[in-house]
């Protein structure tokens, strides 16, 4: 049987569920094993020795989050990662994990730097990482998302997208036309209905869903090979 896709209010039940007595982690957890695969998926498909400067940009939510952990671990792994976030989130575990950056001296662009000079600095990256909309997006994208992702679409740059890509529906995809086409993408616990067209490298991350969980949403899922936080899905 092939990999079950969620709608929203799918995802967010299992996200409950996960948080919840059955599951049982906290969000600190699904936080860390989330970013750790996206920036092992990032890794996989762009080597440090070509692609070391990467931009990863953080949205307000546990998108961003997620986000903060990938540039993490992506520094441990030898890149030089550069974290912007045009909006910082402001929860306590958000200033922790922005926190856990500063002590690894990873740099920050200001949250308010002109879009004319992050159109200058883009140039200075080999790869972009997107954790800026989550599943619980919801259009229209508001300021100041809605210049940043015609941004980075136009960098020409290649991008690697957390869960969905930013700007996209999690049920209707990109159907407006105006989020961010990755040329990577990594679904966290079971890919979402509107990422069905996508059309680029697709991973699976998140390897936590507890079997029990899995056979009650039916979900799917490929097993994951020796000790990786991530599995390459095929393309449909």
């Not at 993490?72 to 950056?101: A, N, S, V, W």
């Amino acid at each position: 049987m092939s990999i079950r896709h969620l709608t929203a209010k799918l995802a967010q039940q299992i996200d409950e569920e996960l948080m919840g007595s059955v599951g049982a982690f906290s969000i600190d957890q699904l936080m860390e094993l989330a970013g750790l695969a996206c920036a092992q998926a990032l890794a996989k498909v762009y080597s440090k020795e070509k692609y070391r400067k990467v931009l990863v940009c953080c949205g307000p939510g546990n998108q961003g989050g997620d986000g903060l952990v990938a540039a993490r671990h992506l520094d441990m792994f030898g890149y030089e990662p550069t974290i912007y976030m045009p909006k910082p989130g402001f929860k306590d575990i958000y200033k922790r994990l922005q926190k856990q950056c500063e002590n690894m001296k990873i740099e920050s662009l200001p949250h308010d730097v002109s879009m004319d000079a992050l159109r200058s600095t883009l140039s200075s990256f080999d790869v972009i990482l997107d954790a800026i909309f989550g599943f619980s997006f919801e259009g229209p994208v508001r300021a100041p998302f809605d210049e940043v992702l015609p941004l980075l679409s136009s960098s020409r740059k290649p991008i690697v997208s957390v869960d969905i890509p930013s700007g996209w529906g999690v049920e209707k995809g990109n159907e407006e036309g105006t989020g961010i086409v990755p040329d990577v993408l990594v679904s966290l616990t079971a890919p979402k209905e509107g990422v069905r067209s996508f059309k680029g490298r697709h991973f699976l991350g998140g390897r936590f869903v507890p079997k029990a969980m899995e056979e009650k949403f039916q979900l799917n899922l490929p097993e994951y090979p020796g000790f990786d936080q991530i599995v390459e899905l095929p393309q449909i």
